[in-house]
């Protein structure tokens, strides 16, 4: 892969991720950079650790991880976004802190958002291209745009409010539906 590809692929890759950090910045009063960057450190890590997982699973089995990938992705992101759809439609909570969130809910978000980062990694094993770079690539662009999207959702949350995480929990709907969508057709 080209350095060009391999940039456009980690922006790709990192582009739901921060249209739920926008969201969840968006609900916040005040979210510090130190939490910012905790929590894009945490999404970066998840969605650099997945390229790697698809490769070696594409390495080792792809025919059975593709068979069910879309499902996975599209249930994952489906109830997510049905879930910040909720939170958005519900009364404003600006005194709730990001880290006063489960642990295991962003967890499970930034997983989420990185399904498809799995995907390129099966897909990736079948070029039988490098992982490396792409991998480091992709989490450092996630740690990056979801530090930004925590901390622009923050200055625009007065002017979009929770309209924020319902445009959020409908990318993340989109996403799943669409990656349902490619793999039945």
């Known amino acids: 892969m080209t350095l060009t590809a391999i940039i456009i692929l980690a ?3 990192s582009t739901d991720a921060f249209a739920v950090a926008i969201g969840m910045g968006a609900r916040r009063n005040h979210v510090p ?15 650099g650790i997945t390229p790697v997982i698809g490769w070696a699973l594409g390495s080792m089995a792809a025919s059975y991880v593709a068979d069910w990938d879309h499902w996975i992705a599209f249930v994952l992101l489906g109830g997510l976004g049905i879930r910040m759809i ?3 439609s519900g009364a404003p909570d600006d005194t709730e802190e990001i880290a006063k ?6 967890v499970l978000t930034g997983f989420a958002t990185s399904i498809d980062a799995l995907v390129v990694g099966v897909g990736l094993a079948f ?9 480091v690539a992709i989490g450092i662009a996630t740690l990056s745009m979801v530090t930004l999207g925590l901390l ?10 929770k309209r924020a995480e319902i445009f959020g929990g409908l990318v993340l709907i989109a996403v799943g539906c669409l990656t349902l ?5």
């Open 11 to 13: 922006l790709a890759m």
């Open 33 to 47: 950079l130190p939490e910012a960057l905790r929590i894009g450190l945490l999404f970066g890590l998840i969605e």
């Open 86 to 88: 909720i939170e958005g």
């Open 101 to 106: 969130r489960p642990f295991w809910l962003l």
């Open 127 to 135: 070029a039988d291209s490098s992982i490396v770079a792409p991998a």
């Open 152 to 161: 622009i959702g923050r200055r625009i949350g007065a002017v979009v409010g």
């Open 181 to 185: 969508w490619e793999h039945l057709h």
